[in-house]
C-alpha cells in the first residue's frame, strides 16, 4: 500500500499548455509538499501546506498553483507550461513536529515533466 | 546562498571500499541533520539522521560523523556494496521555535559502486 503516491508519473506536453500532478497520502500526516527536482538533481522546495493551510510558498512564478482539499490530498496545476518547467517533482508528507524538527519526510516516486 | 554545501557531485567505489562524503553548512542555528537515499526513478528516503548533541551516529554499514566546531557533517558507507549506488542528499534545518522551518538540501552525490 503506497504511503505517498503520485500521478501521473509521467507528463510529455507542449510548451503553453496547462497541466496538474495529483498526490494522496495515507500516512495520517498533516503536511504535505511540492518539491522540484531539476535535471542536476537539485532538491528544491516549492510549496508546503499543513492542514489545508499554505505555509511555504517559495517565490515560485504563479503559474503554479497548489491546492489542498483536505489533510491527506495536495494538487499542483500548472499554466502556461514553459521548457525550463520540466522537471521531476516530488509530493511529499511529515507530521507537523514543530516544522520537520526530527520530522521524516515522506516523498512519493515523482512526476516527471517534459515540456516540447 | 547554498546553506548547505555537497561535496563530492560524483564519487565511484569499488565493492568493499569506503565511501565518504561531505557537508558543509553555514547557519549556526541549524540543529538536524539528515542524510537521505534516492534510487533512480524513486523519491528521496531517510537514511540516517543526528542532532548536534552528539558527535556520531552509526547504523548498520552507515555512519554520520559530525563535526560542530567546523560546521561539517559527514556520511561514511562501510563495505560499499552495488546495491548503495545511488544519489545521497545531506540536509539541515533548525527549531523553529513558534514558527515553522524547512529541510535544505544539499546538491546530491552520485555514488557508483562497481562490482
Known amino acids: 500500500d503506497t504511503a505517498v503516491s503520485q500521478t501521473p508519473k509521467y507528463l510529455v506536453t507542449q510548451m503553453g499548455n496547462d497541466k496538474s500532478i495529483k498526490c494522496e497520502q495515507n500516512l495520517g500526516h498533516d503536511t504535505m509538499y511540492w518539491y522540484k527536482q531539476d535535471s542536476k538533481k537539485f532538491l528544491k522546495i516549492m510549496f508546503s501546506y499543513n492542514n489545508k493551510e499554505l505555509i511555504i510558498n517559495e517565490t515560485v512564478p504563479n503559474r503554479f498553483s497548489p491546492k489542498s482539499p483536505d489533510k491527506a490530498h495536495l494538487n499542483l496545476h500548472i499554466n502556461s507550461l514553459e521548457l525550463g518547467d520540466s522537471a521531476v517533482y516530488f509530493c511529499?508528507?511529515?507530521?507537523?513536529?514543530?516544522?520537520?524538527?526530527?520530522?521524516?519526510?515522506?516523498f512519493g516516486e515523482g512526476s516527471r515533466l517534459t515540456v516540447l | 546562498q547554498q546553506q548547505v554545501k555537497q561535496s563530492p557531485q560524483s564519487l565511484i567505489v569499488q565493492k568493499g571500499g569506503i565511501s565518504i562524503i561531505n557537508c558543509a553548512y553555514e547557519n549556526t542555528a541549524f540543529d538536524y541533520f539528515p542524510w537521505y537515499q534516492q534510487f533512480p526513478g524513486k523519491g528521496p528516503a531517510l537514511l540516517i539522521a543526528i542532532r548536534p548533541d552528539v558527535s556520531e551516529k552509526k547504523e548498520g554499514r552507515f555512519t554520520i560523523s559530525f563535526n560542530k566546531s567546523a560546521k561539517q557533517f559527514s556520511l561514511h558507507i562501510m563495505d560499499s556494496q552495488p546495491g548503495d549506488s545511488a544519489t545521497y542528499f545531506c540536509?539541515?534545518?533548525?527549531?523553529?521555535?513558534?514558527?515553522?522551518?524547512?529541510?535544505?538540501f544539499g546538491k546530491g552525490t552520485m555514488l557508483l559502486v562497481s562490482p
Open positions: 540536509a539541515a534545518s533548525r527549531s523553529p521555535g513558534s514558527g515553522y522551518s524547512t529541510l535544505t
Open positions: 511529499a508528507s511529515s507530521q507537523w513536529t514543530g516544522a520537520l524538527r526530527g520530522g521524516e519526510l515522506f
